[in-house]
């Protein structure tokens, strides 16, 4: 997959400690986001459309993804 | 000169294991008032230098922590394992100690800063760096606090003493000044060592009296470094570039040759079960990955295949960097060394029992 951090978008991070595995980011960002065999994102890439970021933060139900 | 200057001119890097700029961290801890903490554990699997910087040099140490502190020394506080033998000097020092677990990532520095603060001494998610203050997950708030490791303090106080330009004698120009080297395991005489980058490691096993016969591999930087073969480890010079070479480092310098007695596929099945036991169970990529990874060495171990290998080295490559602390980068990497290191060992072991005819279930 090419990185995309060059594109124009926010850098989205996980609280590791806060991730509780509910794995709404990888449909709230898919292509972005996937999950691991345990259920834990893996973040493909770090820059998101500002607008799909905010709901992401927005729908994380353990409030665990934040925008650097 | 201020210390900041001295230590800029001098090139100290944190010697517990991130070499990071210490003239960076103590600049950053004035301007933030921070408060120091000692980190004092010896927490990496091997590490015994902390302990021998307090039982050597107690006096030296606690002059540097004034020089970080700007003579504060009520802004002190000294991190050890609880019962060590090294909280007990710190005490009857009338120092300020902070009794730490003695489990693996209680003495990671996060996790010093939240036992510090009053909370569990387990990792923090690093927002930013805490020398600037910040918050845990849940919001508490834990006050602008600096964490270097024993060794990296006393020689803030050397370099103080003896000048910028006697620290640069030792190492290199990349690497400068002296450092401690724990060397253990199967040696004739492990022991405390002082090197300067670019030694080689050859002579670092001489000074202990050389490896015992038969020697499998050496660790090198414990459960967060990784595994040389015996000749790797005869041609290569302990430094940064070094260690590179085979994805570590210098780390908190640590060299501990692998027991001759048994089968280096069970020391690795013990020391990656023990990494994963030692998970604060935080964050899911580690509590619930580490152990996948231990479950699937040890049925390499047992019986090796294909498919195994696979599942292995997948896993192997999804959990580095997921975690709050490095623990799991840590013990990802040891295994991905193991399993370069010992390759020849484990198709060996595809043939039938183990071929060194070395007992696969030691008691230890």
Known sequence: MPSTDREVGVRIAVDRVLCTGHGVCARTLPGRIRLDEWGYPIVEAVAVDPVDADLAVKLCPARALYLR | MTIVEELERAGLTGRGGAAFSTAIKVRAAHDNDADLVVNACDGEVGARKDAWVVEHHLAELVEGARLVTSGRRDRVTYAAHRGSRTADLLTRAGLEVLDVPARYVSSEETAILSLLHGGLAKPMTKRLPFVYGGRDSLGKRIAPTVVLNAETVWRV?????????????????????????????????????????????????????????????????????????????????????????????????????????????????????????????QCGPCMFGLPAVAESWAELARDPNQQTLDRLQDRLGVIPGRGACHHPDGVTRFVGSALRVLMPHIHEHVAGPCPLGRSRHAVH
């Open chain 2, 157 to 281: 106080s050397q370099v103080r003493r003896n000048g910028p330009d006697w620290f640069r004698r030792f190492g290199t120009d990349t690497e400068p000044g002296p450092r401690l080297v724990s060397v253990g395991g199967a040696v004739a005489h492990p022991g405390i060592f002082e090197v300067g980058s670019g030694v080689p490691i050859r002579d670092l096993l001489d000074a202990a009296g050389g490896l015992e016969p038969r020697v499998p591999a050496l660790l090198v930087g414990g459960l967060g470094g990784v595994l040389l073969t015996t000749d790797e480890a005869a041609t290569t010079a302990w430094s940064g570039p070094g260690m590179a070479a085979y994805g570590g480092s210098m780390g908190a310098g640590v060299i501990e040759a692998l027991d001759p007695t048994r089968c280096p596929l069970d020391v690795v099945t013990d020391l990656v079960t023990y990494g994963a036991g030692e998970s604060a169970g």
